[in-house]
């Protein structure tokens, strides 16, 4: 499919933030920055759901909102949208303020580009009055201009079709490479770069200065790289702290603010109450697979020569592809992955609201055999009736059966199970 302007793509999550809006007074989209979020509440604003549009990346606007946070809310007409509220955290308080005394929905849109769940100040102050939702870096889908629906359907007791999908390793490849900022992806390889680089500084010059004053900003790109070398693994912070030589403690503070801006997120571990040992470390994901590929300084030839760090980035990239979709999917599970004692995993886990559970193994390779299924054997094994249904995700173009419960599709799939259109 020919490429897009990033500026005119759709967006998924459209409908869920429109539904929101309907029935919360205080609908709040964050997400890492350059995601698309000011565009996309601006095409909102305009269009269906009108509203005024103010943006505290404006200095007058800024200094006013500092100077008298109650005072600038009660002299806002709405609904109004307010983009990069992070920026002056005291609007949440004269907003909720200002909802307690007129619950209507639609209200105030927030945006931000700070995870609102690990600043309890924020989140706390507008529990039961407010919807969060991410706007993650685009999905495949929307690259392409459709709206993915792999979670219903790996949650749906619907059989696969059994058929070949085209399956272009190098095409692949070069989608774990460009990532999903839709700035990033609208430059040639040499030129993005320039963008991450610039990404990453006014990340860590405003927003992790906004968020919390850090002293000593040069040691956070060099954790960066770091991490990003160790995407897909456990999270060990003794051993991080060995390499990077930061103190543990200082650590765990600059992996909290990674998460808070959206370069990196922690996966739970799935800890069943059987007698097994299960490992529960989180696994730590990148949240773009082509800012780990700048950071790592890969390039596709490169990634090529190293095949264990394409397989990493190759997972994180279908965890991260997954994580987008849930959103504006039926189902709402839970993400988790899984480990035992003994070395038997399961790279991403889902688990619905009822406790269905769907596990899913992703590997590079094109061949695979019965004995890329332990994993996912052990998790049905411990789940029990919870166990809803063992995925590999690989390299082959083939759908293909391997007993009861299991099967093996093409990587591509997880952007190719397309929402089907509700009849009228």
Wanted: hydrophobic fraction near 40%; proline fraction near 6%; charge should be positive.
């Amino acid at each position: 499919m020919p490429s897009r302007n990033a500026a005119f793509l759709k967006r998924n999550l459209t409908g869920r933030i429109l539904e929101a809006l309907r029935d919360n007074p205080v609908v709040v989209l964050h997400g890492g920055r350059q995601t698309g979020k000011s565009t996309l509440v601006q095409r909102l604003a305009a269009g269906p759901h009108p509203a005024e549009y103010v943006t505290m990346d404006d200095a007058v606007t800024l200094a006013a909102a500092r100077s008298d946070p109650a005072g600038f809310v009660a002299a806002l007409p709405t609904p109004v949208v307010i983009d990069e509220v992070q920026r002056v955290p005291e609007l949440f308080l004269a907003i909720k303020a200002n909802v307690d005394r007129d619950r209507r929905p639609g209200r105030f849109l927030l945006t931000g580009s700070a995870n609102i769940l690990l600043i309890p100040r924020l989140s706390e102050s507008l529990a039961g009055r407010m919807e969060l939702l991410t706007l993650h870096p685009l999905s495949q889908g929307e690259v392409e201009g459709v709206r993915e629906a792999f979670v219903d359907r790996v949650f749906s007791d619907e059989a696969f079709p059994l058929r070949r999908e085209k399956m272009d390793r190098e095409d692949v490849m070069h989608r774990v490479l460009k990532g999903g900022y839709p700035e990033a992806r609208s430059r040639a390889p040499r030129r993005r770069g320039a963008w991450f680089g610039s990404y990453l500084t006014t990340i860590l010059q405003r927003d992790v200065r906004d968020l919390q004053e850090i002293n000593r900003l040069t040691e956070l790109p060099r954790l960066l790289s770091i991490l990003g070398a160790r995407t897909g693994t456990l999270l060990n912070v003794a051993d991080l702290s060995r390499l990077s030589g930061i103190p543990q403690r200082t650590l765990a503070r600059y992996l909290t603010l990674l998460q808070a801006t959206f370069l990196v997120r922690l996966v739970p571990a799935w800890t069943a109450s059987v007698r097994r040992r299960l490992l529960k470390s989180p696994k730590i994901l990148a949240v773009d697979t082509g800012l780990a590929s700048y950071l790592l300084g890969l390039d596709a030839a490169g990634l090529a020569r190293m095949p264990d760090l394409y397989g990493y980035l190759l997972e994180t990239f279908v965890c991260d592809e997954i994580e987008k979709q849930i959103p504006w999917n039926e189902v709402n599970p839970r993400s988790y992955h899984f480990r035992t004692a003994e070395g038997d995993e399961v790279d991403l886990v889902l688990e619905s609201p009822s406790g269905k559970l769907v596990g899913i193994e992703v590997k590079a390779s094109a061949s695979i055999g019965d004995g890329d299924f332990k994993g996912l054997r052990t998790l049905q094994a411990l789940a029990g009736r919870k166990f809803h249904r063992g995925i590999l995700l690989y390299g082959g173009d083939t759908m293909v059966p391997f007993g009861e419960g299991f099967i093996a599709l093409p990587v591509t799939s997880v952007w190719r199970f397309e929402a089907r259109r509700k009849s009228r």
